[in-house]
């Protein structure tokens, strides 16, 4: 596989309002590594996602889903718990929050046993999420082992959020797995000032590096995104917004290309500006899954050939 993805899909009810307000949801397929998983196969990766699903109708529609998409749904199998879910209403600015509802979830119980017979140590890439860690002590055994075993690149978002876990864990987690990576992808200031007490791009990148991390993607939304590398350090612009409906999904859309990228052997810096352009082109459709780049849309918005494409 070009590009493996662990973590849990989710089904999403996301509202063209606020949650306080919205009574009209719009069912789709969405969560972080499915996000992630379905921008990857976009952008012209064989693509994996390695999961548990529910034994309900849920998990049976995501994995018709996913393989719409281009996902390779083999390691995406059933077991115990049901299928989880999440509400989002839409938000422009990006400062919404989600409502989950995926306690005890069948991808909470995933495990590194789990991952036997799985591509996750022979992926060129291997995109791994604190959100998966942040599921249950399994779950985060299982993102530590995969890392360990990757015997490609691996891409790490620590992703926080504070309704899956505290920041002494996910900064635990963070800490764990760095060394481990090609490339770990922080927003700032939302990762990082929880997890690295900071709210500074250079001093974010300067202390996940000191993690381990040979490389650093600090997202910084419309200002683009500081890629330090130790040898380089710049800020790589955003690409401006076509339409923007809705921010759900954007920085999975970004991992997702730039884990594309990586896998046909493009340079760090032209798979960062690749996924730039991805998260911009994922800002018209509503919800995680709902606008998706491919490859031809994402050179052309950035105006030239990306190498590796």
């Not at 040898?231 to 690409?239: G, H, L």
């Not at 409906?245 to 999975?252: L, N, P």
Request: with cysteine.
């Amino acid at each position: 596989m070009d590009v493996v993805v662990m973590g849990e899909p989710l089904v999403e009810f996301s509202a063209d309002r606020a949650l306080t307000e919205a009574e009209t949801f719009r069912l789709s397929f969405s969560g972080d590594a499915l996000n992630v998983a379905v921008a990857a196969a976009s952008a012209g990766a064989r693509t994996a996602l390695v999961t548990l699903l529910g034994e309900d109708e849920f998990g049976a529609r995501l994995i018709r889903f996913a393989g719409s998409r281009g996902v390779d749904t083999r390691w995406m199998t059933s077991g115990p718990g049901s299928t989880g879910a999440y509400a989002v209403g839409a938000d422009p600015s990006g400062t919404r929050a989600f409502a989950y509802m995926r306690h005890g979830s069948a991808a909470s119980r995933l495990s590194a046993a789990d991952l036997t017979g799985s591509p996750v140590a022979t992926a060129r890439v291997l995109v791994l999420s604190g959100i998966t860690a942040a599921l249950s002590d399994s779950c985060d055994s299982a993102v530590r082992t995969a890392a360990r075993a990757a015997t490609g690149l691996v891409v790490y978002d620590p992703n926080y959020r504070s309704r899956l876990t505290g920041p002494e864990a996910a900064t635990a987690t963070l800490a764990a797995v760095a060394p481990h990576t090609a490339l770990l992808k922080i927003s700032a200031p939302g990762d990082s000032l929880a997890l690295l007490g900071t709210a500074d791009p250079a001093e974010t990148a300067r202390r996940v590096r000191q993690l381990g991390a040979p490389a650093v993607a600090v997202t910084l939304g419309a200002d683009g995104v500081l890629l330090d590398t130790g040898d380089f350090a710049d800020v790589v612009p955003a690409v401006p917004a076509p339409v923007i409906v809705d921010q759900t999904g954007a920085g999975d859309n970004f991992t997702g290309a730039l884990a594309a990228w990586l896998a046909r052997g493009a340079p760090l810096l032209d798979a960062v500006r690749a996924g730039t352009a991805a998260a911009s082109i994922s800002l018209a459709g509503q919800g995680g899954t709902g606008r998706v780049a491919d490859a031809r849309e994402i050179e052309s918005l950035l105006a030239e050939p990306v190498s590796g494409g």
